[in-house]
C-alpha cells in the first residue's frame, strides 16, 4: 500500500502512516471524514473503539482529515501514535466530505467497510447490526433515517424535498433518507475506485453499482458538539453534483420547453383563425415568436442529448459490473 501525502506531511506524519497495521488481515475499516471536529473528536474515538473492540475481529479506525484548521489533526496525531489500529490521512486544504470519504475508502484495507460521521450524528452501535448483515451476504448496508433529532426545520425539510426530487429525476434508485452511514463490502469499494468522476456523489454511486443491498433503520442523533460543517453553499453543491451526476434531465429541459412553445404558436394560430377568420399582425408576430422561439430551444433540446452522452462518456463507468460467474472461467481455463 502506498500514501500520497500533502506538501505539509512531516517526517513524522510519514512513518506514523507507514507502520504496519497488524499482521492480521483488517476485517472492517472504519472510514471517518472529519472538518474542524476538535470538540467531539476524542469522543467519536473512544465511542467507536469500544464497539469494534466488543464486535472482536481485527479492524482499523481510518480518520481522513478535510483541511482541518483547528486542533482536529494535533489531536488525531496523539492517538494515532497511541492507538496501532488508527491510521489518519491529512489533506492539503478542504476538498469536501464526499472527497474526504474517497481517500478513505481508497486507503481503507478491510474486507468490509465502514463510512461514518465525525460528528456522533451516526451511532456507533449500529455498525455490529451493520457487520451481521454483511455475514448474512449483503454487500452494501445503508442506515436509514427514521428521525433526524436536533436539526433546524429547514434542514430536515430541504433534506427531505432534496431527496424526493432527486428520486423523480434519476433512473438509479437512490433510497430515500439515507445519508452516506453505511457499510460496502470490498467489491463494491474497489468498484467506487474505478469510477473516475470528479463530482461524486456517493450515495448515488453506491446505489448505482447494484450489489446486494440492505437497509437498516437508526434514528439520527443531534450532533455531539460544534456545529454543522456543511454550510448551505456546501449542500447546495452536493444536490447539484447528485442531481447532474445521476440525471440528464435538466440538459433536456430546453428541448421540452421548446415542443410546448411550438406547440403554444400552433394552437394560438389556429385559435385565432376560427374565432375572427383572420389573423391581425401582431397574431402573425405572436405565432412567429411562439414557433421560432420553440424551434431555437428544441434544437438546444437536441444539443443537450449530445452533451449529455459525451458527459455519459467522459464520466467514464464501467459499463457493466459482474458481482460473480460460474462456469464460464473454468471452461475458458480448460481451452488455454
Ligand atoms: N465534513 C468534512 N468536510 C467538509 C464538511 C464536513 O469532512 O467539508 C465532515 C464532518 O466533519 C462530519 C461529516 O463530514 O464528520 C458530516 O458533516 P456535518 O456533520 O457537518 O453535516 P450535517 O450532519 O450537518 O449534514
Ligand atoms: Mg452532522
Avoid at 478542504?94 to 475508502?105: D, S
Avoid at 450524528?121 to 433526524?148: C, F, H, N, S
Amino acid at each position: 500500500v502506498s500514501y500520497e501525502f500533502g506538501e505539509q506531511a512531516t517526517e513524522g506524519e510519514r512513518s506514523d502512516l507507514q507502520r504496519p497495521l497488524v499482521d492480521e488481515q483488517v476485517r472492517i475499516s472504519v472510514v471517518v471524514p472529519v472538518y474542524n471536529e476538535e470538540e467531539v473528536i476524542v469522543q467519536t474515538y473512544s465511542r467507536l473503539k469500544d464497539v469494534m473492540e466488543a464486535m472482536g475481529g481485527t479492524y482499523e479506525l481510518l480518520f481522513v482529515n478535510d483541511g482541518s484548521r483547528d486542533q482536529t489533526a494535533t489531536i488525531l496525531r496523539g492517538i494515532c501514535r497511541a492507538d496501532e489500529r488508527v491510521r489518519l490521512i491529512n489533506f492539503s486544504r478542504n476538498f469536501g466530505h464526499q472527497l474526504a470519504i474517497t481517500a478513505g475508502m481508497d486507503h481503507a484495507l478491510g474486507d468490509a467497510v465502514v463510512v461514518i460521521d465525525g460528528d456522533l450524528q451516526d451511532p456507533p452501535e449500529l455498525i455490529p447490526t451493520m457487520v451481521e448483515k454483511w455475514q448474512q451476504g449483503y454487500q452494501v448496508v445503508y442506515a436509514k433515517r427514521m428521525e433526524r433529532k436536533g436539526e433546524t426545520r429547514f434542514k430536515k425539510w430541504s433534506a427531505s424535498a432534496f431527496y424526493r426530487v432527486l428520486h423523480r429525476l434519476t433512473d438509479v434508485e437512490i433510497p430515500v433518507d439515507t445519508g452516506d452511514f453505511r457499510l460496502i463490502d470490498r467489491k463494491v469499494c474497489d468498484v467506487l475506485a474505478s469510477m473516475k468522476e470528479r463530482h461524486r456523489f456517493i450515495r448515488g454511486m453506491v446505489s448505482w453499482s447494484g450489489f446486494r443491498q440492505i437497509a437498516v433503520e437508526y434514528s439520527r442523533d443531534s450532533r455531539h458538539a460544534g456545529k454543522t460543517k456543511y454550510s448551505m453553499k456546501k449542500m447546495l453543491k452536493l444536490s447539484l453534483d447528485a442531481i447532474t451526476s445521476f440525471s440528464h434531465v435538466p440538459i433536456k429541459l430546453a428541448g421540452y420547453l421548446g415542443l410546448v412553445s411550438l406547440f403554444a404558436g400552433v394552437v394560438y394560430l389556429l385559435v385565432v383563425l376560427i374565432a375572427q377568420h383572420r389573423a391581425t399582425s401582431v397574431d402573425i408576430l405572436t405565432f412567429v415568436a411562439l414557433v421560432l422561439g420553440g424551434v431555437i430551444l428544441a434544437c438546444m433540446g437536441v444539443l443537450g442529448e449530445y452533451i449529455g452522452r459525451i458527459y455519459d462518456e467522459v464520466k467514464d463507468r464501467p459499463l457493466y459490473l459482474i458481482d460473480s460467474q460460474e462456469g464460464l472461467m473454468s471452461r475458458r481455463a480448460n481451452c488455454e
